[in-house]
């Protein structure tokens, strides 16, 4: 049962330009929404994390899009560069019992041509 | 990273052979989480705990046991090792209940 969907599996973006990686969730109980990169060899670290009071949360070139209604949301990352290169995991979770623990979506390779 | 480490970093076992893999965090951190990371499934959640001698399972904790003795310390441990648990393995820790994870680096194990 995968609870939260991630797309595309890979992407390929031109310097400067608009890389999107989208995610859907199932449980209308999620009420955090984390995006993380992970470069080879490391593990992942956090990017940027939304809630689900606000459609939209934005820190330098990375942009959370969030719509509730869908139970979707998305990162977009502006003017892409080869540095920006990595796997990008989104990620969402919920207290359940008194306990919180994320579930993360399957990874979105992304490639930043110079 | 934010003083949290992985013991080993790599190991090759031999199936049906023992396995524990070592968490170490200096933050203090109330929350340990161990996650599985396979090509196609992304991080899966095999166990976690919420303080000393307080743990819960995960997704995918069959064949896998934990043990929290320490603040400081959070042991992963496969009882039998299967080809299937070949992965790698990154505990995180976290602040918070509400916040995000700080990883490790994580273990590359490979069962044979």
């Known amino acids: 049962q995968q609870q939260v969907k991630q797309s595309p599996q890979s992407l390929i973006v031109q310097k400067g330009g608009i890389s999107i990686i989208n995610c859907a969730y199932e449980?209308?109980?999620?009420?955090?929404f984390p995006w993380y990169q992970q470069f080879p060899g490391k593990g992942p670290a956090l990017l940027i994390a939304i809630r689900p009071d606000v459609s939209e949360k934005k820190e330098g070139r990375f942009t959370i899009s969030f719509n509730k209604s869908a139970k979707q949301f998305s990162l977009h990352i502006m003017d892409s560069q080869p540095g920006d290169s990595a796997t990008y995991f989104c990620a969402a979770s919920r207290v359940d019992t008194g306990r919180r623990a994320l579930t993360f979506g399957s990874g979105t390779r992304l490639q930043v041509q110079p | 990273d934010a003083g949290i480490t992985q013991s080993p970093r790599h190991k090759v076992t031999e199936t049906g052979t023992p396995v524990t893999l070592r968490c170490h965090q200096t933050?203090?951190?109330?929350?340990m989480y161990w996650y599985r990371q396979d090509p196609g499934h992304g991080l899966r959640l095999i166990h976690y705990s919420y303080g000393v001698k307080d743990t819960d399972k995960g997704e995918v904790s069959d064949g896998y046991s934990v043990s929290r003795s320490k603040t400081e310390d959070f042991l992963l441990t496969l009882e039998s090792a299967t080809s299937s648990q070949t992965s790698v393995y990154f505990c995180a820790i976290s602040e918070s209940i509400q916040g995000g994870y700080t990883f490790g680096s994580g273990t590359r194990l490979t069962v044979v």
């Open positions: 449980n209308t109980a999620f009420d955090y």
């Open positions: 933050e203090n951190h109330r929350y």
